[in-house]
């Protein structure tokens, strides 16, 4: 297949273009570049691409219409991976048009170019964010969404919400998957894992929210990656059992899919700290501070529904994923 990944120079987006291609596919990437976090480290992911066989950038903001529907035209590609968007919670409190202009006006646009060009398959990054306060653990895709804590949030779930009008109006297979706090190489640098190890390998103090107590479904990207793709494989398909009277795990009358992917296994932020400080073989210093707003206290996955859909299961511990980070981050910034 040709497949298109919106934001291939982001973090869930490069590891996603690798896969693709070791399954011999040819990807078609864009992304619009955008200073949120280091360019660089986004060069650099596409460098890592640029090296692949059957691998094409083209640098695109999915927020310019013509821009997309141009490359649409361009490009013949079956089915999509949209995971560009405008991430972070607290970043929402302050830049929120970048949000309306990113993951609203560039979600409409997708969704007008898979319906022009007749797109088999649209898989899309929604969020757990889109749980907001719910305190029913674990979170199931049954579970009212109807209450976002964040800016953010509110425009995933309205992601959540165009997809299934159109797939409700033109029969587009769309699967969303609510992604749980992922992490690994080549991750986002506003991340708090991130930024947590920079600061100790620094010597600096780190930032704990909430006085630690916080629960957090952290996710490894390969994890990750082996449910996005797998979804992908299997495009949505209409439920004949559904009834909107009753509760549904994010399904519907027509072919539209929600998934929760998480690891299933929620984690004391304690504890995470813990492991990164030994991978990198240094105690933190810590500054306790209250809940940020737009913050939750705890995040918990119910992977079933993807599981009995798609097979895939969540087998990296966070012992062996921050292994991998921090072995990675020593590695790209050159510690010693």
């Given at each position: 297949?040709?497949?298109?990944?919106?934001?291939?120079?982001?973090?869930?987006?490069?590891?996603?273009?690798?896969?693709?291609?070791?399954?011999?596919?040819?990807?078609?990437?864009?992304?619009?570049?955008?200073?949120?976090?280091?360019?660089?480290?986004?060069?650099?992911?596409?460098?890592?691409?640029?090296?692949?066989?059957?691998?094409?950038?083209?640098?695109?903001?999915?927020?310019?219409?013509?821009?997309?529907?141009?490359?649409?035209?361009?490009?013949?590609?079956?089915?999509?991976?949209?995971?560009?968007?405008?991430?972070?919670?607290?970043?929402?409190?302050?830049?929120?048009?970048?949000?309306?202009?990113?993951?609203?006006?560039?979600?409409?646009?997708?969704?007008?170019?898979?319906?022009?060009?007749?797109?088999?398959?649209?898989?899309?990054?929604?969020?757990?964010?889109?749980?907001?306060?719910?305190?029913?653990?674990?979170?199931?895709?049954?579970?009212?969404?109807?209450?976002?804590?964040?800016?953010?949030?509110?425009?995933?779930?309205?992601?959540?919400?165009?997809?299934?009008?159109?797939?409700?109006?033109?029969?587009?297979?769309?699967?969303?998957?609510?992604?749980?706090?992922?992490?690994?190489?080549?991750?986002?640098?506003?991340?708090?894992?991130?930024?947590?190890?920079?600061?100790?390998?620094?010597?600096?103090?780190?930032?704990?929210?909430?006085?630690?107590?916080?629960?957090?479904?952290?996710?490894?990207?390969?994890?990750?990656?082996?449910?996005?793709?797998?979804?992908?494989?299997?495009?949505?398909?209409?439920?004949?059992?559904?009834?909107?009277?009753?509760?549904?795990?994010?399904?519907?009358?027509?072919?539209?899919?929600?998934?929760?992917?998480?690891?299933?296994?929620?984690?004391?932020?304690?504890?995470?700290?813990?492991?990164?400080?030994?991978?990198?073989?240094?105690?933190?210093?810590?500054?306790?501070?209250?809940?940020?707003?737009g913050d939750v206290q705890a995040t918990y996955a119910d992977v079933s529904a993807l599981a009995e859909w798609t097979g895939v299961q969540p087998k990296t511990s966070i012992r062996t994923g921050i292994d991998?980070?921090?072995?990675?981050?020593?590695?790209?910034?050159?510690?010693?």
């Amino acid at each position: 297949m040709k497949i298109l990944i919106t934001g291939a120079a982001g973090f869930i987006g490069m590891h996603t273009a690798q896969r693709l291609i070791a399954d011999g596919h040819q990807v078609v990437g864009i992304d619009n570049l955008n200073d949120y976090y280091d360019v660089q480290l986004k060069r650099d992911r596409l460098a890592r691409l640029a090296e692949l066989p059957g691998f094409t950038f083209v640098q695109v903001d999915v927020a310019d219409r013509d821009a997309l529907m141009a490359l649409f035209d361009a490009h013949a590609v079956t089915r999509v991976v949209h995971l560009a968007a405008q991430a972070g919670v607290r970043y929402s409190i302050t830049n929120p048009h970048a949000y309306g202009e990113a993951n609203l006006v560039g979600f409409l646009n997708m969704l007008e170019a898979c319906r022009q060009h007749r797109i088999e398959h649209l898989v899309y990054a929604s969020s757990s964010s889109v749980y907001g306060g719910n305190r029913k653990m674990p979170f199931s895709e049954g579970d009212s969404v109807d209450h976002p804590v964040s800016l953010y949030a509110a425009t995933k779930k309205a992601n959540e919400l165009m997809a299934h009008a159109y797939s409700h109006l033109y029969a587009i297979p769309t699967t969303g998957l609510r992604f749980f706090t992922v992490y690994g190489p080549w991750g986002r640098p506003d991340m708090a894992y991130f930024s947590f190890t920079k600061a100790i390998v620094e010597g600096r103090p780190i930032q704990v929210f909430n006085n630690g107590d916080m629960l957090r479904d952290f996710t490894y990207i390969d994890d990750i990656v082996d449910g996005v793709v797998a979804t992908l494989y299997r495009p949505a398909t209409a439920d004949a059992a559904f009834d909107p009277l009753l509760p549904h795990p994010g399904r519907a009358q027509k072919p539209f899919r929600v998934f929760n992917i998480g690891n299933q296994d929620p984690v004391a932020l304690g504890d995470f700290i813990a492991a990164i400080e030994a991978a990198v073989g240094k105690s933190a210093i810590k500054e306790m501070l209250p809940m940020q707003p737009g913050d939750v206290q705890a995040t918990y996955a119910d992977v079933s529904a993807l599981a009995e859909w798609t097979g895939v299961q969540p087998k990296t511990s966070i012992r062996t994923g921050i292994d991998r980070f921090v072995a990675w981050y020593k590695a790209y910034y050159r510690v010693t």
